[in-house]
């Protein structure tokens, strides 16, 4: 039987906790009797705790992050109330700063702030080699350790990251072959972006190079072909970046693929020389605009060169085959709906692959709650803690644009509607309003705005986009759609159309995907 369960719940199955396998691989002479045990978000508190209990620990470690705040404060209030005896350690994100005022806390018996690779090992070992004495207080809602009345809060130091044994090979065959595979070669921000728990990881650390890319060239030989980067600023130091990205061109495969999360405005010629030698869909950039308000950036410690950005990503879609995720948020300090809009407009104009719309959210310990007097800001009291009003937007307006968000999401980024959702705001002023008003009267029509199928969105897609355009162009548009989603069969609101058949769509479709890598090349 372990002494130590490692512990979380993802937000999806595929996601898998780097977390912890970097704990895990620092545990030295305990990782013999150390497990991981990985959740979900939606499993039943109950089964979570049942099966940690089985494996009969001492000690239960878990990750805590704004997913999976909520159900993690389940699973250790039942915890504790069958075994009180076994020590619970929180480590995360969401535990890491203002520990006085959450419940989880209060349940827990230790609690480790920051990067705990180091720390959570040291604690188990000073741990097991003590009795663990317990006490329960008379209401039974809070159990701690040796007779103490608070839980133990722990701030641990920012570990050398030379001291920090990589995680990469504890990567099972199954999340190999079925899950997210996260990498990094460096922690922490340069930069003070107020809505980013990232503004508190100064300075910047970097792995060992050769280290990292022999575990790297280890993965590829297990067979790992998509890497998630989760550095937060892949192309700050440029040597750097050069050496991984030659790296893996000088081993570019079929199925090879690359996240990267990017600064917007930082693509020098070293930098683009590279990556347009990748084929396309190799490479994807995600790139955190946020906003395009240079009074919203002074307000919240961001700043970024606009003009040199919109150069960037004109560069990427005409030169190369990057695929780019760009990042707008709604909410911020100062932002109102029409310079948001604006925003937005600005970015459809520079055509990324795929604009995710967010939702301001509170992240514990962000120093944007500075704002918060002055500007209003109400948020809500439940996870993910999403704003639900400011000064300039209320709350009806707040919830509109969350519609929208959600239906840019299912409709925009979703690429089963590649043809025929560029046409909501073909020849219109603004992408924004125009796709406002479908995101209003898809809500108005279906009264929700989850659940929908993919086949009830075409068909809702057509008839909005009927009203004012030929229905004949617009099913053809719609029939282009569906069939690159590998369908044969005619959906039935297209029916009466003489359309070409699906090989013909087919080939179209595969001679203009052709065109644009030539294009690229």
């Not at 790992?224 to 192309?235: A, C, E, L, P």
């Not at 930082?266 to 084929?279: T, W």
Request: a negative charge; aromatic letters at 10%; one cysteine or more.
């Amino acid at each position: 039987m372990p002494d130590i369960v490692l512990a979380t719940l993802n937000a999806r199955y595929w996601h898998t906790s780097f977390g912890l396998r970097y704990l895990l691989a620092n545990m030295g002479e305990q990782t013999p009797t150390t497990v991981i045990q990985e959740y979900g978000i939606n499993d039943r508190s109950i089964d979570i705790v049942a099966t940690i209990l089985a494996a009969q620990p001492q000690i239960v470690g878990l990750g805590i992050y704004i997913w999976n705040v909520e159900a993690a404060t389940h699973v250790v209030a039942d915890l504790k109330r069958v075994r009180p005896d076994i020590c619970v350690v929180l480590g995360g994100p969401e535990v890491s700063h203002e520990t006085e005022s959450q419940t989880i806390i209060g349940l827990a018996d230790y609690v480790i702030t920051g990067e705990a690779d180091l720390e959570f090992p040291a604690l188990c070992r000073r741990l097991l080699a003590e009795p663990l004495v317990t006490r329960q207080p008379e209401n039974q809602n809070y159990i701690a350790l040796n007779g103490d009345s608070s839980p133990r809060i722990i701030h641990a130091a920012v570990p050398s990251l030379s001291e920090v044994r990589l995680p990469y090979d504890l990567y099972a065959d199954e999340d190999i072959a079925h899950r997210v595979i996260y990498v990094e070669v460096s922690r922490g921000c340069p930069f003070t972006c107020e809505f980013c728990l990232s503004a508190l990881d100064i300075p910047v650390r970097l792995f060992d190079v050769d280290q990292f890319l022999a575990a790297m060239q280890s993965l590829l030989e297990r067979g790992v072909r998509s890497f998630k980067f989760v550095d937060r600023t892949f192309n700050l130091n440029m040597r750097i970046t050069r050496v991984i990205l030659q790296f893996f061109l000088d081993r570019c495969d079929d199925g090879l693929f690359l996240h990267f999360e990017m600064i917007p405005d930082r693509l020098p010629d070293s930098l683009r020389e590279i990556v347009v030698q990748f084929p396309a869909g190799v490479l994807q950039f995600e790139i955190g605009v946020q906003t395009f308000n240079d009074d919203v950036g002074e307000l919240i410690s961001r700043q970024q060169d606009d003009d040199q950005l919109s150069d960037n990503f004109r560069f990427l879609r005409q030169q190369s085959g990057v695929h780019i995720h760009a990042d707008l948020i709604i909410g911020l300090p100062g932002e109102t709906v029409e310079s948001f809009a604006a925003g937005f407009d600005r970015l459809v104009e520079l055509r990324p692959q795929e604009i995710q719309v967010g939702i301001l959210k509170r992240l514990k310990g962000t120093p944007i709650t500075r704002h918060d007097e002055e500007w209003q800001v109400v948020y809500s009291a439940r996870s993910p803690f999403e704003i639900l009003s400011n000064r300039l937007i209320d709350f009806e307006t707040m919830h509109r644009l969350r519609r929208f968000a959600r239906f840019w999401d299912v409709v925009a980024n979703s690429g089963n509607f590649l043809v025929s959702c560029p046409m909501i705001w073909q020849a219109r002023d603004s992408a924004f309003d125009s796709f406002l008003e479908f995101s209003d009267w898809l809500f108005e029509v279906e009264r929700r705005s989850h659940n929908i199928s993919l086949i009830r969105l075409a068909e809702r897609l057509f008839q909005f986009l009927s009203r004012h355009l030929a229905s004949e162009y617009v099913a053809e548009s719609i029939w282009a759609d569906y069939v690159s989603t590998g369908r044969k069969d005619k959906p039935h609101f297209i029916r009466e159309f003489e359309l070409p058949p699906p090989h013909e769509i087919a080939e179209q479709t595969s001679q203009r995907k052709s065109r644009q890598a030539r294009h690229v090349r």
